[in-house]
């Protein structure tokens, strides 16, 4: 017999024992995406010189900052189990839209707000379908996907190159850190829309719902929560990242085209995925999804390094990292039943 | 609730609702109708509930008693009849309107999110905020405020589903009783609680009761329903058939309004001598200390053939471990099984399936409801899936073993080829259950197998148990109701702290001595 020295009878060793829980940790996926970077950082440096200078690390984030963006809005989206498959085609679109208007002599002011209209009110109008009619979201947002990039060529079948000085000069500005380090402003916008999404996500009621929805929306209708303002509202945070991340793509590339951006909605996924994020929703945090681009740049950087291997090599290791992910998901996810 | 005696009746106090004619009604639902396709769920139904009373929803499995509460906070759309709530007719499109106007409503199963925390559970929807941020500070302090009412002491950050079902029923509650509601509805709210935490919450009732505010209760425990409650409705079949001040009906008289019969099974079941175990036989299940650190320490416990075994135990007390544990659904890191005298190693409920191993657990509708499959779908699916696909049961055995589970649980609809999840909570559970007995295993562990089912059925559930014994099956029966457990076992174990305490063959045993077991121990740890 243990010793309960309980002055009431009321079942205290049950009690005592529940006081021992900790917080169960959501973190851990995280840390074990945050691990496979040290890893390959780790790997990188031993194999190829220069690796593993800061520069080389800041890159990652120069170099992805938009697939940054897009991957917070669909982390959102994801957190509700829902997907968005229009991110991809909603970045084209907004690079043609910045592309063209600008080209048309808009302010470039106005030309950013044209944008993010835009792919907020595509995001708002899917979820809109998903939630009041009841339609999948794989399917409502494959109609957005071919929707925004049949909106494209309407627009232009051609490329359009930017000329507009600000985007230039945006484009080529950079600033410098101490230690001949530099990053372009591209990343602290990606940053900043990164911790924004964390605060939202953990110190709101709306980002606590999204949890919540996540976690059983049925509950969460019966909880008494706004199940519906969430479930559209993910969507338009979606395609507002969406758009953004085509702003900041237009500045990496300097044009607006089409064809650009074919697949990142993929892309976008895999890092939510490898960042931890549980595809049926209620579990993941958005620092996990940034650690998840940043992985999928490691991956792209060893290409680069190597100069041997062909590109193709990017998607196998993306492949095989999302099925080892998915596949340790499915292990925590079978403990937590248990 | 074996015994019908009527002394459990409350008389204390003046007892609000003695003269509703001069009190306006919180709730008046008048001539509602609900049908779904192929069933009228509730047919003219009228409903009234007075400031400051407890009013009791009685009915069996499937008489409307969730149907008509969820009529009320507009989770479904009415066919006929208007609801008057605090004098004003409505017509709310669900809980967040509901809640608005004051009725803050529990459901029959636990409705929350298990990937949220315990804080978050209880506050969120209305959780203090700052300038749009949540005060995670005070949300916590206030829910620990809360569940310390109900008895709880728990990190209101701790995850909701690393709890108990219990835990999470309370924590249902106490996001419920936060709410400042003039209505409070509570659909089987102590389902899976034990004693001890039922009488906390009754506490909170009575309180809440004493502020004016009305409460819904629904349960299938007799003895909690007078107990607590001033007025009770009682359902049969979606229709009213009465309405009465809790003191002037009997159990007797309530059993009957509610079957529409006389309940004869209730007697304690016969035991026969023949079914004392005899140790030179080779049990069916021997675990010689089986343990698990933190969940329970070692045990040892034969099982014979043909013999039941009742689990009992204070909630937290290691029972449902033990079942765990013993199927394999929980890896043991201590101890030996044996199967009719073979050493096994049972590291998955496949495995223990594979040796027939029954387990039915008390999260039995978290861990098994398949709703869109049809009763009989879900109930032949163990029986399936242990004979392996290639080996499909035959359509007419098949059908012989439907029929016979849901005549012998009562099962309503009686129709195999009713979608699950359109039946009634109870008659969910009867199915899940069903699905073990069909499989006939060599030892069926059943926890709580009789939680959320009513005074009938419970009778009828033992029945089959006790028959099912006799045929030769060794059972291993947990469930928090004492009677229950000494009308159907032969021999009772006594957990308490994560260990066995006691084994002592079932003769002549009363709860008071089972109690006193269990209370012994606490004297020793307190000596
Ligand atoms: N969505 C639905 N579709 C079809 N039939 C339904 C639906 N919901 C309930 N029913 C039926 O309505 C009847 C009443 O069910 P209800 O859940 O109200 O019973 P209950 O009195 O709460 O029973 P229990 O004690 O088992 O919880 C049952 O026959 C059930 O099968
Ligand atoms: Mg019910």
């Known amino acids: ?338 | 609730m074996t015994h019908m005696s009527a002394d459990a009746h409350p008389s204390s106090g003046p007892r609000p609702g003695d003269a509703p004619s001069d009190i306006e009604p919180v709730v008046e639902m008048t001539g509602i109708t609900i049908t779904f396709p192929g069933v009228t769920a509730l047919d003219d139904v009228s409903f009234r509930m007075f400031p400051g009373e407890v009013h009791a929803l009685m009915g069996e499995n499937g008489a409307g008693k969730s149907t008509l509460i969820k009529a009320l906070t507009g989770v479904y759309t009415i066919d006929a009849g208007t609801i008057r709530v605090g004098g004003t007719e409505q017509q709310f499109a669900g809980t967040a309107t509901a809640q608005a106007a004051g009725v803050s409503t529990v459901y029959q199963e636990v409705n929350l999110c298990t990937n949220l925390s315990v804080a978050e559970n209880m506050m969120l929807g209305r959780e203090p905020r700052r300038l749009g941020r949540i005060d995670h500070r005070r949300m916590n302090r206030r829910t620990r405020e809360v569940l310390a009412r109900l008895g709880l002491d728990i990190a209101p950050r701790s995850r909701l589903g690393d709890h108990p079902i219990a835990v999470q029923q309370l924590v249902a509650i106490g996001r419920a009783v936060d709410i400042e509601a003039r209505v409070l509805v509570l659909d089987e709210p102590t389902a899976s609680l034990d004693s001890e935490e039922v009488d906390k919450l009754f506490e909170v009732v009575r309180s809440l009761r004493s502020q004016g505010v009305a409460i819904l209760f629904v349960s299938h425990f007799l003895d909690q329903v007078f107990a607590i409650s001033d007025r009770m409705t009682v359902l049969r079949n979606g229709r009213l058939v009465g309405e009465h001040l809790t003191r002037d009906v009997t159990r007797l008289e309530l059993v009957e309004e509610m079957l529409g019969r006389e309940l004869e099974v209730l007697e304690r079941l016969d035991r026969e001598p023949s079914r004392q175990p005899d140790e030179r036989r080779t049990p069916v299940l021997r675990a010689v200390g089986l343990g698990r650190k933190g969940a329970l320490a070692p045990v040892d416990l034969d099982v014979y053939d043909g013999e039941v075994i009742g689990i009992a135990g204070l909630l937290g007390s290691g029972r449902t471990e033990l079942a765990r544990l013993l199927f394999g659904a929980d890896a043991s890191d201590s101890g030996t099984v044996e199967l009719r005298g073979r050493r096994v190693h049972l590291r998955s409920p496949r495995k223990a399936v594979d040796q027939r191993i029954g387990f039915s657990s008390e999260n039995r509708r978290s861990e098994g409801v398949i709703g869109d499959l049809t009763v009989a779908e879900n109930m032949l699916l163990g029986l399936q899936a242990a004979r392996g696909w290639l080996r499909p049961v035959p359509p007419r055995t098949r059908d012989q073993l439907v029929t016979k589970y849901v005549e012998a649980l009562d099962i309503r609809p009686a129709n195999p080829d009713a979608l699950m999840r359109n039946l009634s909570g109870g008659n969910q559970q009867k199915v899940l259950l069903a699905r073990w007995l069909i499989m006939q295993p060599d030892l069926l562990i059943l926890d709580e197998p009789t939680r959320g089912i009513d005074v009938g059925a419970k009778a009828q559930i033992q029945q089959v148990v006790d028959d099912l014994a006799r045929d030769g099956m060794g059972v291993v029966f947990i469930s928090a109701e004492l009677e229950e457990v000494l009308r159907l076992s032969d021999r009772l174990v006594v957990m308490r702290d994560r260990h066995k305490v006691d084994e002592i063959p079932n003769v002549q045993t009363t709860t008071a001595d089972l109690m006193a077991i269990i209370a012994r121990d606490e004297e020793v740890a307190r000596a």
């Open chain 1, 1 to 338: 017999m243990t010793t309960a020295t309980a002055s009431d009878v009321s079942g205290r060793s049950f009690v005592d024992r529940l006081k021992g829980y900790s917080p169960p940790s959501q973190v851990l996926p995280v840390l074990a995406t945050f691990a496979l970077l040290v890893g390959m950082f780790g790997v990188g440096s031993i194999r190829y010189e220069g690796f593993a200078s800061p520069q080389v690390v800041l890159n990652l984030f120069v170099d992805n900052a938009f697939l940054i963006v897009l991957a917070v809005g669909m982390t959102f989206v994801i957190l509700t189990g829902g997907i968005d498959l229009s991110v991809g085609s909603v970045v084209a679109l907004s690079t043609m839209i910045a592309a063209s208007t600008l080209r048309a002599g808009w302010p470039p002011t106005m030309a950013v707000l044209a944008v993010l209209v835009t792919g907020t009110t595509l995001g708002l109008a899917m979820g809109l379908v998903i939630h009041y009619f009841e339609v999948q979201p794989f399917i409502a947002t494959l109609a957005g996907m071919f929707l925004a990039r049949g909106l494209c060529y309407l627009i232009s079948v051609e490329s359009i190159p930017i000329k507009d000085e600000t985007f230039q000069s945006l484009s080529a500005a950079s600033i410098t850190l101490p230690g001949e380090l530099y990053v372009t402003p591209t990343v602290l916008i990606s940053l900043l829309v990164v911790a924004i999404a964390a605060w939202v996500l953990h110190m709101t009621r709306f980002g606590r719902t999204v949890y919540a929805v996540g976690g059983s929306e049925s509950s969460a209708m019966l909880m008494g929560l706004a199940v519906a303002r969430v479930k559209v509202g993910v969507y338009a945070i979606s395609g507002f990242c969406s758009s953004l991340g085509g702003l900041l793509f237009a500045l990496y590339m300097l044009s607006g085209y089409s064809l650009h951006a074919v697949g990142m909605e993929l892309d976008a996924i895999a890092a939510v995925v490898i960042g931890g994020t549980l595809l049926t929703g209620g579990y993941g945090l958005v620092i996990g999804s940034l650690l998840g681009v940043l992985v999928l740049g490691t991956i792209q950087t060893f290409i680069s390094f190597d100069g041997t291997l062909s590109s193709w090599w990017t998607k196998i290791s993306i492949g095989v990292l999302l099925l080892v992910f998915v596949v340790l998901q499915r292990f925590f996810t079978r403990r937590e039943v248990s």
